[in-house]
C-alpha cells in the first residue's frame, strides 16, 4: 500500500510551466545580479580598486556568465548550463574576499 502510493507521487505526470516560469524569473534575477557585480567588479575584486588587477580577471567569466545565464532563461540545454552556472558561482563568490555579499557577514 505504501509503496503504491509512494510509487504514484513520483509517476504523476505534472505540467512544466510552473517550473519554467520559475526558470525564468530566476535568470532575470541572476542576470541583474550579475550586472550589479559585474558593474562593481574593480572594487570587489582588485586588489587594489583601479590599480592593480585581482589573482583572476573576472570580467573574462563574467562575459561566459552572461552567456549561461541567457541560456539558462532560454531553457537551451538545461542540464550543462546548470552546471556550469553552479561553477560559475563558486569561482566567483570565492573569490570576492574583500566583499561580504548576503550571507558572508561575519558579526
Same mark, same amino acid.
Not at 550589479?36 to 561566459?64: A, C, M, N
Given at each position: 500500500?505504501?509503496?503504491?502510493?509512494?510509487?504514484?507521487? *513520483?509517476?504523476? &505526470?505534472?505540467?512544466? #510551466?510552473?517550473?519554467?516560469? +520559475?526558470r525564468m524569473f530566476y535568470?532575470?534575477?541572476? !542576470? !541583474?545580479?550579475? &550586472?550589479?557585480?559585474? @558593474?562593481?567588479?574593480?572594487? #570587489?575584486?582588485?586588489?587594489?580598486?583601479?590599480?592593480?588587477?585581482?589573482?583572476?580577471?573576472?570580467? $573574462? #567569466?563574467?562575459?561566459?556568465? !552572461?552567456?549561461?545565464?541567457? +541560456?539558462? $532563461?532560454?531553457?537551451? *540545454? @538545461?542540464?550543462? /548550463?546548470?552546471?556550469?552556472?553552479?561553477?560559475?558561482?563558486?569561482?566567483? !563568490?570565492?573569490?570576492?574576499? &574583500? +566583499?561580504?555579499?548576503? /550571507?558572508?557577514?561575519?558579526?
Amino acid at each position: 500500500m505504501y509503496k503504491k502510493a509512494f510509487n504514484s507521487l *513520483f509517476t504523476t &505526470k505534472v505540467d512544466a #510551466i510552473g517550473l519554467s516560469i +520559475f526558470r525564468m524569473f530566476y535568470s532575470v534575477v541572476l !542576470f !541583474f545580479e550579475l &550586472k550589479q557585480l559585474y @558593474t562593481f567588479r574593480s572594487i #570587489i575584486y582588485d586588489k587594489e580598486p583601479s590599480k592593480y588587477v585581482g589573482e583572476i580577471d573576472v570580467s $573574462f #567569466i563574467f562575459y561566459f556568465w !552572461f552567456v549561461v545565464v541567457a +541560456f539558462l $532563461f532560454l531553457g537551451l *540545454f @538545461t542540464r550543462y /548550463v546548470t552546471i556550469l552556472n553552479y561553477i560559475f558561482g563558486v569561482i566567483i !563568490f570565492s573569490s570576492a574576499i &574583500k +566583499f561580504e555579499y548576503h /550571507v558572508f557577514s561575519r558579526r
